[in-house]
């Protein structure tokens, strides 16, 4: 997508160009993935939106963590990224050495968290209470890191396997910060009729040493956001996430194997529908002012 910039490392959905020593182009495509594999099918402006989203959340939490934003106006990108076709979808940021580990917070049980709870009635090394349901509400928000798989799928690990890998002190600094930004998510989404069911998070350390959130955060691709008003323990609610199309893919004749089907139109349309409605309930804005502002071409 930019010839002119080296290619350091592309993942499912983001693509990551080298600017200089010191500082990174972070691109997100419309691809989508599943089950660990990305998917023929795109999904039109899914990475706007989770370019609009991740910066409008890592400034709502700069006060709690220093964050890796340095621009996504086409005036603040370099002159090679101001273009089309990344316009509100190219983030410039600072250079970071990544924690070697995802942080997941849960407030809610669902997904891989509801998996464990079945299996052995903990979570990460987190003992929950007996008798709880799918989608129940968790007693307090739990912090249940994972690994970072190159290939295959990331594996839940304890506190203190984390604790091995990044030290301690960090790992104890991360819980504190990542609870506190997702104590600020939930309840802003949950005053705009959104559950934030639970969030992954991404950490690296900047040359001093600081802790410095990165990737991005609080998006649909990163995140469970359920319908409060249709939310009922013992199920898994209407989400405003990429569940619509993992729920579609469970009723296709599939082995979860590379390549996976193409996305039917409705689907696609769904799926786009539901991230717009993910922005502009998170936001209070409509997503066309967002690309308004990034000036994106109408089309």
């Known amino acids: 997508m930019l010839a002119d910039l080296a290619l350091e490392a592309s993942g499912k959905v983001r693509d990551l160009y080298r600017v200089d020593d010191e500082r990174l182009l972070l691109v997100a495509s419309d691809r989508i993935s599943a089950f660990d594999v990305i998917l023929p099918t795109e999904i039109p402006e899914k990475g706007r939106v989770l370019t609009g989203l991740t910066r409008y959340w890592l400034g709502r939490t700069r006060d709690l963590v220093p964050n890796h934003l340095l621009g996504t106006r086409p005036s603040e990108l370099p002159a090679v990224a101001r273009t089309a076709a990344l316009a509100g979808r190219a983030m410039l940021c600072r250079r970071l050495e990544m924690l070697p580990v995802e942080w997941v917070v849960r407030g809610y049980l669902s997904g891989s968290g509801w998996l464990d709870y079945q299996a052995s009635g903990a979570v990460s090394g987190h003992r929950l209470p007996r008798g709880l349901r799918q989608g129940d509400r968790l007693p307090a928000p739990i912090l249940t890191p994972a690994t970072k798989a190159t290939t295959g799928h990331d594996r839940n690990i304890t506190r203190a396997e984390a604790a091995e890998l990044v030290g301690g002190a960090r790992a104890l600094e991360v819980e504190r910060v990542a609870l506190a930004v997702y104590g600020r998510a939930a309840d802003h989404a949950q005053a705009r009729g959104l559950i934030l069911a639970d969030t992954k998070l991404e950490f690296g350390l900047d040359p001093e040493g600081g802790l410095v959130l990165g990737d991005e955060v609080v998006t649909p ?20 996430d990429k569940q619509y199309v993992r729920d579609w893919l469970e009723t296709q004749p599939w082995d979860k194997a590379p390549p996976g089907p193409a996305l039917p139109r409705e689907v696609v349309d769904g799926t786009a529908e539901r991230y717009r409605t993910a922005y502009r309930l998170l936001t209070d804005q409509p997503f066309e002012q967002y690309r308004r502002e990034m000036e994106v071409p109408t089309s």
């Open 221 to 240: 691709d990163s995140s469970r956001l359920w319908s409060a008003a249709r939310w009922a323990p013992g199920s898994s609610p209407p989400s405003f």
